[in-house]
Each structure stands twice: as structure tokens, then as C-alpha cells.
T-cell receptor, first 115, second 114 residues
């Protein structure tokens, strides 16, 4: 099983709402990632978790709060977002963070619209 | 500055034809290079991954080449199909801050017409 699943597929939220994006993998991977992708742009790294600990935060605003409850799950908590945060949010996982030949497997993404 | 540049930005070809997409990179220190296919609104799917010692790698109708000396890569698609319509992203892995960071190109949007 080389699948990364993400829920929900689509999310529309107001600027005062609190919502969460979920990501799950059962490949035994110990590194998990959140990316943000705007239309016709490449993905931009947001966070990296390694062995359930946050190891990289690419200067992401605090209105995005990641959480890794266990090695298979990754959440992204959203609060007080802005319309410019509307994007495709991608989750990915890899065997670990540091292997040279590691492969990152991406989920299908959550299409977020902030109104 | 680590950069990955792809050309062309977009490409239209007829079904059954071949095409080649280009990727130039200035990434150091280089770990590996991979090509991803991304359908609109979906996550990227890996096609190939190559280290500096690999010159060519195939995955079905997709063949990637890597010239580590000139820092160039290409993705050749043979006998294109309508389902090949997607964005193709060249991604170079760089060792940064103790881990492998992915540097993404902007992608080439391929449209295959019947």
C-alpha cells in the first residue's frame, strides 16, 4: 500500500472558522510533510515532521497549526485564515527525513477555499 | 540560490506523438532528481528518481535522462496518450540543514489532443 489519504477533499470556510485537515499513511513512514500549492505554481513546503516531532517550520503563520498524533496521522489545524490562504494543501510522507534516496508519496490534496 | 527551471511552460501535442520536457537546475549539494506527474487538483505522483550516477531511467513510456555535469535532465514521453495530459514537475533534492529538501520546478503543462 503506497497510499497517502487526505480528508476532506474540499473545504470551504469563513475567516472566523476553525477547521482541520487530516492526512493518513500506513506505509510505516516516519517523516510527514505539509505543502501548500497555489494554482499553476509548484508546491511550497510548510512543515516537516520526523518521528512525530516537528523538525521544519518554513516560517508559516501561526494561523496554521500542525499536529502529529502518531506515526500514521498528520493534522493541520486552521484558524482565522485569510482569503489568500485558499489553495490545494498536500500531505506527503517518506521513509524518513534524511535518506538520500527517499521517495515522497503525496496525497490527493485538500482544496481549501477561504471566504 | 537553489533553482530548478523547466521548459517549455506548456506544450500541446497530438495523441500518439512523442515529446521531451527539459529541466535545468542549480542545486547544491545535489542528492537526487525526480520527475512527478500531477493531474489538475491532485497530488503529484512520482515517475522516476535518479541519483547523480544514473544517466537514464525508464518507467513504461516515460524515460528520464540526467547529465550531472551540465545539470540538465529531460523527460521523454513516447506514444503519448490522452491520459498523459497533466503537469510534469522536475524536483531536485538538496541537502539542507541536515535533511533532503525538495526544490520544485514550476512544471510543464502538457495537453495531449486527439
Amino acid at each position: 500500500d503506497t497510499e497517502v489519504t487526505q480528508t476532506p477533499k474540499h473545504l470551504v470556510m469563513g475567516m472566523t472558522n476553525k477547521k482541520s485537515l487530516k492526512c493518513e499513511q500506513h506505509m510505516g513512514h516516519r517523516a510527514m510533510y505539509w505543502y501548500k500549492q497555489k494554482a499553476k505554481k509548484p508546491p511550497e513546503l510548510m512543515f516537516v515532521y520526523s518521528y512525530e516531532k516537528l523538525s521544519i517550520n518554513e516560517s508559516v503563520p501561526s494561523r496554521f497549526s500542525p499536529e502529529c498524533p502518531n506515526s500514521s496521522l498528520l493534522n493541520l489545524h486552521l484558524h482565522a485564515l485569510q482569503p489568500e490562504d485558499s489553495a490545494l494543501y498536500l500531505c506527503a510522507s517518506s521513509h524518513d527525513r534524511d535518506r538520500v534516496s527517499y521517495e515522497q508519496y503525496f496525497g490527493p490534496g485538500t482544496r481549501l477555499t477561504v471566504t | 540560490k537553489n533553482q530548478v527551471e523547466q521548459s517549455p511552460q506548456s506544450l500541446i501535442i497530438l495523441e500518439g506523438k512523442n515529446c521531451t520536457l527539459q529541466c535545468n537546475y542549480t542545486v547544491s549539494p545535489f542528492s537526487n532528481l525526480r520527475w512527478y506527474k500531477q493531474d489538475t487538483g491532485r497530488g503529484p505522483v512520482s515517475l522516476t528518481i535518479m541519483t547523480f550516477s544514473e544517466n537514464t531511467k525508464s518507467n513504461g513510456r516515460y524515460t528520464a535522462t540526467l547529465d550531472a555535469d551540465t545539470k540538465q535532465s529531460s523527460l521523454h514521453i513516447t506514444a503519448s496518450q490522452l491520459s498523459d495530459s497533466a503537469s510534469y514537475i522536475c524536483v531536485v533534492s538538496a541537502r539542507s540543514g541536515g535533511y533532503n529538501k525538495l526544490i520544485f520546478g514550476a512544471g510543464t503543462r502538457l495537453a495531449v489532443h486527439p
